[in-house]
């Protein structure tokens, strides 16, 4: 008898508990105030010395009603949480511009021929969803002149551009821009450096190729 006395105290806590929770719930879930009614009646565990046989069924009834709280509470917490938005046209863009980049071996000749055409095929795709301005962004490391380099940067960028409209996308979409060194990824140089690349970066809303 007194441990089902303590069950049933357990039980009655937890309840509280929850029954907030719930309760706060209510007020924002149309399917919850269909569905749960009475939560608030919730038997008291007997204050005096009640049976064997009283505190047994009282046991039982209040084990039902945590069952129930415990079931809508989940519910309400999964309702709650609507799924996020999907991504914009102009989002996937920015996404795939802020995670790639188009890497040359030497002069205008790219490191993977494959992989850079993959990466183009899925960039001219995302630019024509999007419709926004796209600035190809050339680099060169610090090997040879500085004059040389920046011509090499801009054809760089001008041979992807070249690319992107052979793929179907406008031209008035597509800036190319030379920036030589001006931001390097890392110290090494040579054909293997990552600083002979092409970058994308999304125009301005308003912005308009020149």
Do not use: C, Y
């Amino acid at each position: 008898k007194t441990a089902l006395t303590d069950i049933a105290a357990q039980i009655d806590h937890a309840s509280q508990k929850i029954a907030p929770i719930l309760l706060t719930e209510r007020k924002d879930t149309k399917a919850l105030n269909e569905n749960i009614t009475d939560i608030e009646a919730i038997p008291a565990v007997p204050s005096q010395n009640p049976s064997l046989a009283e505190t047994a069924e009282n046991l039982a009834l209040r084990a039902e009603h945590f069952a129930t709280l415990t079931a809508a509470t989940t519910q309400a917490l999964r309702m709650k949480a609507p799924p996020p938005p999907a991504p914009t046209p102009r989002e996937k863009l920015q996404a795939w511009a802020n995670a790639n980049a188009i890497f040359f071996r030497t002069d205008k000749d790219f490191s993977n021929p494959q992989r850079a055409n993959r990466k183009l095929d899925k960039l001219a795709q995302l630019t024509k969803e999007a419709g926004s301005l796209i600035r190809i962004v050339g680099f060169t490391d610090e090997q040879g002149p500085a004059a040389s380099n920046s011509t090499l940067s801009l054809s760089r960028a001008n041979k992807i551009r070249s690319m992107l409209i052979s793929k179907g996308v406008p031209a008035s979409q597509l800036v190319a821009v030379g920036r030589k060194n001006a931001k390097e990824l890392s110290p090494q140089v040579g054909e293997q450096s990552p600083n002979r690349r092409v970058e994308f970066e999304l125009g301005f809303i308003g912005e308009r190729a020149r």
